[in-house]
């Protein structure tokens, strides 16, 4: 018909018309939001609720379960918030003496994040209270920064599994073991030093352990074994180490072939130059 606009014309302009499906923000699917409440006087089914600041839950796993990747999760009063299991980038922060209990038997923290995930954990007081086969932090997986915090009167507070884990001001008081790492570790001699395993430390306290820090098998580099554990230096001397150490039985040890003779019975140690990775 004359003067009428073609059929397929009309359909590209319908088409260009309807609204585009909206993407996910940074690629990643959403699944609540990104800061939840804990509070020793809040309630697990405040889920519903996202954990808000006005109806907090009341134990980290719960408010986890509504937390953006990459999100936080804060406690708001110095309570006991439970056991808690990380599969992704989070930060958790306490308050002061804020506390997650460890069972009998049982892990606080346990870690099976991606590669690249640093979960960082700050103010909090975690403890077995002097109960058997305790663990503070399994860290399977992923990366952890832990902050202000302590780990104490456990059988292991921190166990590290061939990834990285970084203490700064962090007291370790009267474990069992204070802090386990199995995987191969840094060559020393090597810069810049790198190594698939390490825990570094800088400040705090490590008190009245009964071994203080244990490398199971962190292999062999040049000139001796290599180390998975290694003491920030307040100054140019491998003694000037910034981590107050008194009265654990056994400061430095560990097991397997690449600790025979006098390997492992010593730190590694780096400074702000040196920037391990």
Not at 20 to 49: C, M, Q, W, Y
Not at 75 to 85: K, N, Q, R
Not at 235 to 243: E, G
Not at 260 to 275: K, V
Request: charged share 15%; glycine share 14%.
């Amino acid at each position: 018909m004359r003067g009428s606009k073609p059929v397929w014309l009309a359909l590209v302009v319908a088409a260009i018309a309807l609204p585009l499906p909206a993407a996910p923000a940074h690629g990643l699917e959403r699944k609540g939001v990104i800061r939840t409440f804990v509070s020793g006087l809040g309630n697990d089914a405040n889920t519903a609720a996202l954990c808000s600041r006005q109806k907090p839950c009341r134990t980290l796993a719960a408010a986890y379960t509504v937390t953006e990747v990459g999100g936080e999760i804060v406690a708001l009063d110095p309570s006991e918030f439970g056991p808690i299991t990380i599969t992704g980038r989070l930060s958790i922060f306490g308050t002061q003496n804020a506390l997650i209990g460890v069972a009998t038997g049982a892990t606080g923290v346990t870690i099976n994040a991606g590669a690249g995930d640093r979960i960082i954990i700050k103010d909090f007081i975690i403890t077995g209270a002097g109960g058997s086969n305790t663990k503070g932090i399994q860290l399977n997986s992923g990366q952890l920064a832990l902050s202000h915090s302590a780990l104490k009167q456990l059988s292991t507070g921190l166990s590290v599994v061939n990834t990285k884990a970084d203490l700064v001001d962090t007291d370790v008081i009267e474990n069992d073991t204070g802090i386990s790492t199995t995987g191969t570790g840094v060559d020393t001699n090597v810069f810049p030093m790198a190594g698939p395993t390490e825990v570094r430390i800088a400040w705090g306290n490590a008190i009245g352990n009964n071994k203080a820090y244990v490398m199971n098998d962190p292999g062999t580099g040049t000139g001796g074994n290599k180390v998975t554990i290694l003491e920030f230096l307040t100054s140019n001397t491998t003694a000037a180490f910034s981590t107050n150490v008194t009265g654990n039985a056994t400061l430095v040890s560990g097991t397997g072939a690449s600790c025979g003779g006098t390997n492992c019975q010593s730190l590694g140690f780096y400074s702000s130059n040196t920037n391990p990775k």
